[in-house]
């Protein structure tokens, strides 16, 4: 065990997770990455973030759909450090269709994903982090965890459901020097919104430039995607001292959207 902080974030092999594994790297902390993409796709980025900053990372595919992957996924952090101080959970999917053609199976795997992973990875590093009075969790959950949009009935769904679920652990954990908050997040350029970008042009009968500017950005008053860095540099500061008074927060990033 090092005195670095060791931190855990869930789906960062893409994408948002990726940037705040890479922030935290830059912060000084030992890193557990994720994803379910095969582990030599992720190594050069592993090796590449270890050694710019000077951390110890490793990486777990674990699928966080059950929550046997989940433990998993904690079991490695546990093991490799000796602790898990902050966790971060991020990993998410989408799934864009009218109510009554969504797929069960998409219902499902939305919910246990994107709200159910948080819950088991929570129960399993709160415990450590109330013993060492000290912590800090942070949900990636949306501005679809404030407000809706019509065809993501599940995705709206967990990611409201997250927020409940921050506030709640964040009022478990309050006196134990551990803070549990969600970062709401606007449109990013993810692989995941560009994978949404070809259903939502078929669900509203519009070209994919038309949902780009009309739909998306349409929402988001900045007329701009919300960058990586900075959800990157949100995250990080949720982790410094001069943080420790906020919990059971949900802080939008979203240039604007829910302030309509
Ligand atoms: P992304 O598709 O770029 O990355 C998703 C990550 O999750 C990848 O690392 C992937 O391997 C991982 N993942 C997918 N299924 C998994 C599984 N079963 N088990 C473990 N890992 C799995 O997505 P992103 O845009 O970076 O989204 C990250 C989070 O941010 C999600 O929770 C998403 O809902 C949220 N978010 C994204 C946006 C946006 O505009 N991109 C906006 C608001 C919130």
Same mark, same amino acid.
């Given at each position: 065990?090092?005195? !670095? ?9 893409? &994408? *948002? ?15 557990? /990455?994720? &994803? ?5 796709? $992720? ?12 951390? !110890? *990372?490793?990486? %777990?595919?674990?699928?966080? /759909? ?43 795997? =939305?919910?246990?994903?994107?709200? %159910? ?5 929570? @129960?399993?590093?709160?415990?450590? /982090? ?7 969790? *942070? ?7 404030? $407000?809706?949009?019509?065809? #993501?009935?599940?995705?709206?769904? +967990? #990611? ?6 921050? @506030? ?5 954990? +309050? ?7 969600? *970062? ?12 949404? =970008?070809?259903?939502?042009? @078929? ?11 009309? $739909? ?7 007329? !701009?995607? $919300?960058?990586?860095?900075?959800? +990157? ?28």
């Amino acid at each position: 065990m090092t005195d !670095r902080k060791a931190a855990i974030v869930t789906g960062s092999s893409s &994408g *948002i997770g990726l940037g705040i594994a890479r922030g935290l790297a830059a912060a000084g902390f030992d890193i557990v /990455m994720n &994803g379910i993409e095969a582990p030599d796709a $992720v190594e050069d980025t592993r090796r590449a973030l270890s050694d710019e900053f000077g951390v !110890r *990372i490793v990486y %777990s595919p674990a699928n966080l /759909m059950a929550g046997a992957g989940v433990r998993e996924l904690v079991g490695l952090g546990q093991a490799t450090f000796g602790k898990v101080d902050v966790l971060v959970n991020n990993a998410g999917i989408q799934f864009v269709s009218p109510v009554e053609d969504f797929p069960d199976e998409k219902w499902d795997q =939305i919910i246990a994903l994107n709200l %159910s992973a948080a819950f088991h990875a929570t @129960k399993a590093v709160v415990p450590g /982090m109330k013993a060492r009075g000290w912590g800090r969790i *942070i949900n990636i959950a949306s501005a679809h965890g404030l $407000v809706a949009s019509p065809f #993501k009935s599940a995705y709206v769904a +967990a #990611k409201h459901g997250l927020l409940g679920f921050t @506030k709640t652990i964040a009022l478990e954990t +309050a006196e134990h020097g551990v803070t549990v908050n969600a *970062i709401c997040p606007g449109y990013v350029l993810t692989p995941l919104v560009e994978k949404q =970008i070809p259903d939502t042009a @078929k669900a509203r009968g519009i070209t994919e430039e038309q949902v780009k500017r009309d $739909v998306l950005l349409a929402a988001q008053p900045t007329k !701009r995607f $919300v960058t990586v860095e900075e959800l +990157a540099d949100l995250a990080v500061f949720l982790t410094t001292a001069g943080a420790a008074s906020i919990t059971g927060a949900s802080l939008t990033v979203d240039g604007g959207w829910t302030a309509q």
